[in-house]
């Protein structure tokens, strides 16, 4: 269902971007200036002067997001603008180089521009599609909050900590062999980590995971009283829910790194984008 | 003056109540309006500084006072009493002038052996009790603040209800005790009574037979009575079910020349206390005065007092505002002081639909026009009212109300406060009210040519009825045996479709309900839950259908509403199983007593927080809302922030009256909060802080070269100082910011919005 018009269906922004890609490639293919279609040309100049209006006024929305108390219109409608006008850059500017590369600082503008849409494009389908993904992984079917002012993270947070600290009163009770898994899971379970493995998300070297499979194999193997049984059968529940919460986080954390991590990309190229242009402007200008 | 007077004290010190207050205890001054008249100075302040600023004056003023010293009785007459004390001497006294309050005669627990000393009546300081097991026996406001004060220094605290809840204390206190108890730091016994005490024991009565507590201290805080039997004796009258003997205008009982004033004639406040002792010597001495209150209500009756006396003028209030005819005039003035009295010229609009307003307007001379239809109005005369609506149901006007075109309209416009105090304080104009909204309820619905003969036995036998959350007002199949008024509250309707119940429609106060089943004679076609909890007008079935024979004109209005409602209730039942889900997550949630609410769809929300940070950045550093925080279901998530509910739990005890609702529906706090933090305890969705101000952003450049400010992008907490005081802080909807509020304009994916229940489920039914 649909709740809410997001950002992308903003058809007017759309439209205007169709129409800026359609006239600069009917504007590139009907003006055919002897010496080629390169920058240089009456409409070589058009498209670079447009592109370059546009890098600009993309760039813009870093400064407008933050001014709160301005109160011109959404800021949805202006991201609608950014994607859109965002994506028809790839027209202006491919257009604009008349597909002539070489070593220099003009084509280096030209690779920081593609990376810059490109970093966008991600961003536009980790907005558009992880939102939905980090809801359904942090559901109802997981998360039974406990306190109304938690959010979804913490009561798994505070779950984990529940779980610990019955782990911990349990090994007293324990036969002596459980003691290591169980330790282990205490000591060893990480949710977090270096930039890569949150960005893995993966559980598969969860020590929680190990301890409840060593817990298992130990049951299978040994012989214990009815009162160490119903014990065990607690402390297995328990590192089960602690894996499959452990295992949310690290997913949640991943979906949320994946939200972020193409602006560390998007907005320093953006400047070196911005630097590169005004020399590329002012070799074009003055070096000619 | 020069009078020969003397003050006859029982205790060994004078104001023996304040001095019992809990140490360090902040006394108000309230009401702030009314202005003090007496030589001794009182401001709001601390306990100590009162008290010590009282002692001071009455040493410089030489009053003449006598310490312990107990009255027996009072003889003789006017002129000359003679006042006999306990020890056997005599005072005599040409008037006598009453002011023991009620502190004098605590009630007390009437055990065995409760004198052995184990037992105190009052705290002086929780801090003399440390690690100690103390049993506090009592359920209001004086037993709660102490047992929590003594659990806050280390206390084991039980606490002694004699009932099953705690129902006789301010809302914020009930809520401070419910939260000690479930946080296991004050035990609680409920439906107790002591029946002995030992040395270091109590013995209580339980449903589960007798239980023995220990005890190094009981304290009694069971509440304080006028000592009827000494006011009696001494001639008071006290009226049938009053608690407070009867007084006159100036204060005087009904044996002439006595006089009562302060909480033993009804006034418990201290500043009104203070100006009736300067009244009542003023009168004494031949000189009397106006109350303090007098020149205040001259000026707000200059418009309509044309040169005669406020006296005439209350007066006349009260014999034309019916509301008002349970009062004494006393009652009036107080109650007057926080109304307003305005002249309106012919045609002038006094409240226009869709304002959020909660005040109470009532129609002094002249009438108001209503206009319910393109040449249709509704005529409410002098010495009724209108705007219930807002104050009792808490919707929006649901119309414009002008001044009638011949002639105008006085007006008196009495804030939401004042109102519910007047309808809480007296039964006739509780049931006029209910009578009036009834009336207009069935005149709106049915036809505005019904009056009230037509309505006589509907109008003798409605009653008023509460429902809690989820409770049934009225069952799916089952015969329909009354009409509902929905006075406040909101109601979802289900209908059993496929073995589900599923919600078709939400109904908020104001309307009428189950009318349909008696129209088609038929059983209910559908359940009615309340959302949250309902106050509703229950009015009897056959009545009803007994107004239709008689009057046939009705008849076709009730059949053509019949038809639209069902046209309209088929167009819903196309319902599904996740409408409904997301319905009742909703009403559970408490949207259904929200006014303007955010709810964020998670399919767009990017976890980005510029909500929270549009929110701190627009209002001095401190956010209002708490994105992560918070309910969520399918893809809706209801963040904590204020939902400016229709009647806001936060408003309901609020000493210094600091908040209060915009004509744009925000509910909202003014500068004259104190940060006691009633509200935010009383708030059960968690959406008012209390904090300093943070200090200003720091400048890059500034930080760097001077340390000015907190770092670029991070603001320390803010510290509280004398002049940074805590205040509650909580959502404004942004009604100073322009283009209105920030959150929702921030929002690059537009995935927040601030809406309605109505407007939410309306959502909800398109978009499934």
Redesign the interface.
């Known amino acids: 269902m649909n709740l809410q018009r997001g950002f992308l269906d903003n058809r007017t922004w759309l439209w205007v971007a169709i129409i800026i890609s359609l006239a600069s490639i009917a504007a590139y293919v009907v003006h055919d200036p002897i010496g080629g279609r390169d920058g240089s040309t009456a409409v070589g100049y058009a498209l670079g002067g447009l592109s370059a209006f546009l890098v600009l006024y993309l760039s813009w929305l870093g400064i407008r997001k933050r001014r709160f108390r301005s109160s011109k219109g959404l800021r949805r409608d202006v991201v609608s603008a950014h994607v859109y006008l965002g994506l028809a850059l790839i027209f202006t500017a491919t257009l604009h180089s008349g597909f002539e590369f070489e070593w220099s600082i003009h084509t280096l503008g030209y690779v920081l521009l593609l990376l810059v849409v490109g970093s966008g494009i991600f961003g536009i389908s980790a907005y558009a599609s992880l939102p939905d993904v980090i809801s359904r992984n942090l559901s109802e079917n997981i998360v039974e909050k406990k306190r109304f002012d938690a959010s979804n993270l913490e009561q798994l947070e505070v779950d984990i900590e529940d779980i610990d600290r019955r782990l911990e009163r349990s090994m007293g009770f324990l036969p002596d062999v459980f003691r290591a898994p169980v330790q282990n899971s205490l000591e060893n379970t990480r949710l977090g980590g270096g930039l890569f493995s949150i960005l893995s998300g993966s559980s598969r070297r969860c020590a929680t995971a190990k301890a409840l499979l060593d817990v298992r194999d130990l049951i299978d193997r040994g012989h214990f009283s009815d009162e160490e049984r119903r014990r065990l059968v607690d402390v297995v529940q328990d590192l089960a829910r602690k894996r499959e919460v452990a295992a949310c986080i690290r997913r949640d954390g991943r979906y949320r790194a994946l939200l972020k991590i193409w602006l560390w990309i998007h907005v320093p190229l953006t400047s070196a984008l911005l630097l590169t242009i005004t020399a590329h402007v002012i070799l074009v200008f003055f070096y000619w | 003056m020069g009078l020969s007077h003397i003050l006859i004290e029982r205790s060994g010190q004078l104001s023996d109540t304040i001095c019992k207050y809990q140490k360090g205890k902040y006394i108000m001054a309230t009401p702030d309006s009314l202005p003090l008249r007496t030589e001794v100075k009182f401001e709001a302040d601390s306990r100590e500084s009162i008290l010590e600023n009282w002692t001071t004056r009455v040493n410089e003023l030489g009053v003449n006072v006598r310490y312990n010293s107990e009255v027996d009785t009072i003889e003789g007459a006017q002129g000359s009493f003679q006042i006999r004390l306990a020890g056997g001497e005599t005072v005599e006294a040409e008037t006598v002038v009453i002011a023991i309050g009620l502190q004098g005669n605590l009630r007390k627990m009437g055990v065995p052996d409760e004198d052995n000393g184990l037992t105190h009546y009052q705290l002086d300081d929780p801090k003399d009790y440390w690690d100690k097991d103390v049993v506090v026996v009592g359920a209001g406001d004086a037993a709660i603040e102490n047992a929590v004060a003594l659990a806050q220094n280390d206390n084991r605290v039980t606490i002694v209800n004699r009932k099953r809840e705690f129902s006789r204390a301010k809302p914020g206190n009930i809520s401070l005790i419910m939260s000690a108890i479930k946080d296991e730091q004050i035990e609680c016994v409920y439906n107790a009574s002591p029946v002995s005490v030992t040395e270091n024991t109590i013995a209580l009565k339980t449903p589960d037979g007798e239980r023995i507590l220990r005890a190094d201290r009981v304290i009694a805080r069971i509440g304080a009575i006028a000592p009827r039997k000494f006011i009696e004796a001494i001639g008071g009258v006290f009226e049938d079910g009053a608690d407070f003997p009867r007084v006159s205008e100036t204060y005087e009982s009904d044996r002439a020349g006595i006089y009562y004033i302060g909480a033993l004639a009804g006034y418990p406040l201290i500043k009104h206390c203070l100006n009736q002792g300067y009244e009542v010597i003023q009168t004494i001495a031949g000189q009397p005065v106006d109350g303090a209150d007098i020149p205040m209500l001259a000026e707000k009756f200059q418009s309509i007092a044309q040169g005669r006396s406020v006296h005439d003028v209350l007066n006349e209030i009260r014999d034309n505002v019916a509301l008002f005819k349970g009062l004494t005039i006393l009652q009036l003035r107080e109650f007057l002081l926080d109304a307003d009295v305005d002249v309106k010229t012919p045609g002038e609009t006094i409240i226009r639909k869709g304002e959020a307003g909660d005040s109470l307007f009532m129609v002094l001379k002249g009438s108001v026009d209503i206009p319910i239809g393109p040449d249709k109005t509704f005529t409410i005369n002098q010495g009724s009212f209108f705007g219930e609506m807002g104050l009792v149901m808490g919707r929006r006007r649901s119309s414009d109300a002008l001044a009638s075109q011949e002639g105008g309209a006085q007006v008196i416009e009495v804030p939401r406060t004042a109102a519910l105090k007047l309808l809480a304080s007296s039964g006739t104009a509780r049931k006029m009210m209910n009578d009036l909204i009834v009336l207009r309820k069935l005149q709106t619905f049915l036809s505005p040519d019904l009056d009230i003969r037509d309505l006589q036995e509907i109008m003798e036998s409605y009653e008023v009825v509460q429902f809690s959350r989820g409770e049934v007002l009225m069952q799916e199949g089952a015969d329909a045996d009354a009409v509902y008024v929905i006075q406040s509250g909101s109601c979802a309707i289900t209908k059993e479709i496929e073995g589900k119940d599923v919600v078709i429609n939400y109904v908020p106060a104001g309307n009428l309900l189950g009318e349909m089943a008696l129209l088609n004679n038929a059983p209910r076609n559908a359940t009615v839950r309340a959302a949250i909890g309902v106050e509703a007008i229950k009015i009897d079935a056959n009545l009803f259908k007994q107004l239709m024979e008689r009057k046939q004109k009705l008849r076709s209005v009730v059949q053509r509403i019949a038809e639209e409602r069902a046209a309209s209730a088929g167009a819903r039942s196309t319902a599904n199983d ?1 409408k409904s889900r997301i319905v009742d997550f909703l009403m559970a949630n408490g949207i259904g007593e929200a006014t303007n609410a955010i ?1 964020i ?8 927080d ?1 909500c929270e ?2 929110c701190a ?2 209002h001095d550093g401190i956010s209002r809302l ?1 994105r ?6 399918a ?3 209801i963040p ?1 922030s204020c939902r400016h509910c229709e009647h806001p739990h936060c408003m309901a005890d609020c000493p210094p009256n600091a908040l209060f609702r915009t004509p744009g529906g925000a509910v909202a706090v003014n500068d004259s909060c104190i940060g006691c933090g009633n509200c935010a305890r009383n708030c059960p ?2 959406a008012i802080t209390l904090s300093a101000k943070p200090r200003k952003r720091g400048f890059l450049l500034t930080w760097l070269l001077f340390g000015m400010g907190d770092s670029p992008g991070e603001r320390r907490p803010a510290k509280k100082t004398a002049d940074n005081k805590e205040v509650a802080r909580k959502c404004d909807l942004c009604e100073d ?4 509020p ?1 959150c ?8 927040i ?1 601030r809406i309605g229940p109505e407007g939410l489920l309306e ?2 039914q398109e ?2």
């Not at chain 2, 992560?628 to 279901?633: L, Q």
């Not at chain 2, 910011?737 to 209105?740: A, I, L, T, Y």
């Open positions: 996740q709810a769809d998670t399919k767009l929300c990017v976890r980005c510029y940070k549009a950045e627009t708490d992560e925080a918070g309910p969520s279901y893809q809706i998530h904590i969705y968690d910011v322009r283009g209105g920030a929702v304009r921030a929002c690059p994916t537009g995935a919005i959502k909800i978009a499934v």
